[in-house]
C-alpha cells in the first residue's frame, strides 16, 4: 500500500515537472550523432567544456598549435549538425543549451558557428 | 667531356677499392654544401626547427617579406584582394572598413619617377603597438609574427596610435561571414598576420605573395641563412620603412 501510495505520488511529481518544464522553459535541443563520441563523456563536457576551450585558445593563439580533436572547429563540425550551425537559431545545439541555463554564448561574435573550417584547420 | 671528367676523377681518387672513395666524396660533398649554406654557430638541425603543425612557433625562425617596389605594377592591387579573399575581410572603401594590406603610390616630384609599394603590418622586432597595449593583447608570437589576441583586445585603439605604419584597422560593425581559420569581430583591432594560419599548418608562403603576378613579394625566414629571403637580402640594396625608429621590422623594401 505504502508502495503504491510513493509510486503515485513520484509519477505524479514527475509529471508535474514536465509540464512546469514544458510550460515554462524549453528544454534544450540536443541533437548529435550518436553514432561519434566527443573528446570526453557527456557529464564531463558538459561541466567543463569552457575550460577545454579556453586552454586551447591561448595555445592556438600564442603558441600557433592548431588543429587537434578539441579545437572549436572540430567541435563545430559534429555539433552543428542538420541545422547547419551551432548558433543562429534555439535549436542550434550550442545556442539552445546556453539559451536555457542563461549563459551568454560569445565565441560566436568573432568565430565561424558554420562548419567547414576542419578541412583547412590542419 | 664525359673522358675528360672521368680521368679527373681517376687522378683525384687514386685508391683501388671503390666504396672508401664514394663514402669519402660524400662526406666531402654534404661538408661543402653545409659550409655553403650555413652560417658560423648555426647547424643544420637548427634550420630544421621551423614549427611542424601541431608544434608550439620556435624562436627559431622569424618570418618576414621582402617586397621588391620596382617590380611592383602601377595601379595593380592584386595582393590586397588575395589578403582580403584569403581572411575574409570586405574589402570596403569606406573610411570604417578594415584594410590589411595598402597599396601606396608615390612620385618623386623633381624626377617624375613613380613608385607603388603594399604596406602592412611590419612585424617589428619591438613593436610600439606592444609596448603601450593595456591588456597585453598585442603581442609578439616567438616566430617574430605580431598578432592581436581578440579574447583579451578590448578596442582601446592605443595600438593604432603607436604604429608608426598606420597598419592596424578596427572592427566597427558586427560580422557574419568570417573564414573558419581567421576569426574575426566587431570591437576588436587587426592587422596583418602574415597567414598565420597557413603557416601553422606548415605552408611557407602568404596570400599577397602568392598572388603577386610579378613576383614582388618573397616570403621567408629571415633567420635562415639558406632561405630564398636571406639570399636576395644579401644580393639587393633593401630598406626597412622608418629604419631610424630602430624597430626592426621583418618586412623590408628594395628599390625605394
Not at chain 1, 15 to 32: D, G, I, K, S
Not at chain 1, 56 to 61: E, S
Not at chain 2, 3 to 31: F, I, T
Not at chain 2, 165 to 183: C, D, G, I, N
Request: with cysteine.
Amino acid at each position: 500500500m505504502r508502495a503504491a501510495m510513493r509510486a503515485a505520488l513520484a509519477a505524479a511529481l514527475c509529471l508535474a515537472a514536465t509540464a512546469a518544464a514544458q510550460t515554462r522553459v524549453p528544454m534544450p535541443v540536443l541533437e548529435v550523432d550518436r553514432n561519434t563520441s566527443c573528446v570526453a563523456p557527456p557529464d564531463v563536457m558538459r561541466r567543463t567544456h569552457m575550460d577545454l576551450l579556453m586552454h586551447r585558445r591561448d595555445r592556438t593563439v600564442h603558441q600557433g598549435v592548431r588543429g587537434g580533436d578539441e579545437a572549436l572547429a572540430r567541435c563545430i563540425s559534429c555539433h552543428a549538425g542538420s541545422k547547419g550551425a551551432a548558433i543562429g537559431n534555439r535549436d542550434a545545439f550550442c545556442q539552445s543549451c546556453h539559451d536555457y541555463v542563461a549563459v551568454k554564448l560569445d565565441c560566436f561574435e568573432c568565430h565561424q558557428g558554420r562548419p567547414g573550417a576542419v578541412a583547412t584547420s590542419r | 667531356m664525359n673522358a675528360q671528367s672521368v680521368a679527373r676523377e681517376g687522378s683525384a681518387a687514386p685508391d683501388p677499392d671503390p666504396a672508401p672513395v664514394s663514402r669519402r666524396r660524400l662526406l666531402a660533398a654534404a661538408a661543402a654544401l653545409g659550409g655553403a649554406a650555413i652560417a658560423p654557430g648555426v647547424t643544420l638541425v637548427e634550420i630544421a626547427r621551423a614549427a611542424k603543425p601541431g608544434e608550439p612557433a620556435s624562436s627559431k625562425v622569424r618570418w618576414g617579406l621582402l617586397i621588391d617596389a620596382n617590380l611592383c605594377r602601377e595601379g595593380c592591387k592584386e595582393c590586397v584582394l588575395a589578403c582580403n579573399r584569403e581572411n575574409g575581410l570586405e574589402g570596403g572603401s569606406r573610411p570604417v572598413d578594415v584594410q590589411w594590406i595598402r597599396k601606396v603610390e608615390l612620385k618623386e616630384r623633381s624626377t617624375g619617377r613613380k613608385l607603388g609599394l603594399p604596406v602592412m603590418c611590419q612585424h617589428c622586432a619591438e613593436p610600439p603597438c606592444v609596448d603601450v597595449c593595456p591588456t597585453g593583447a598585442s603581442f609578439k608570437r616567438a616566430d617574430g609574427i605580431v598578432l592581436v589576441d581578440r579574447h583579451t583586445c578590448i578596442g582601446c585603439r592605443y595600438c593604432m596610435m603607436a604604429c608608426p605604419y598606420k597598419a592596424r584597422s578596427f572592427v566597427h560593425e558586427p560580422l557574419t561571414k568570417q573564414k573558419p581559420e581567421v576569426p574575426r569581430g566587431k570591437g576588436c583591432v587587426e592587422s596583418c598576420t602574415l597567414c598565420v594560419h597557413r603557416i601553422d599548418r606548415g605552408e611557407r608562403t602568404t596570400a599577397c605573395a602568392e598572388a603577386c603576378p610579378t613576383k614582388a613579394i618573397v616570403f621567408g625566414d629571415l633567420a635562415d641563412p639558406g632561405s630564398e629571403i636571406s639570399r636576395r637580402l644579401r644580393e639587393v640594396e633593401s630598406r626597412q620603412l622608418r629604419a631610424d625608429l630602430r624597430l626592426e621590422t621583418g618586412v623590408r623594401y628594395s628599390g625605394l
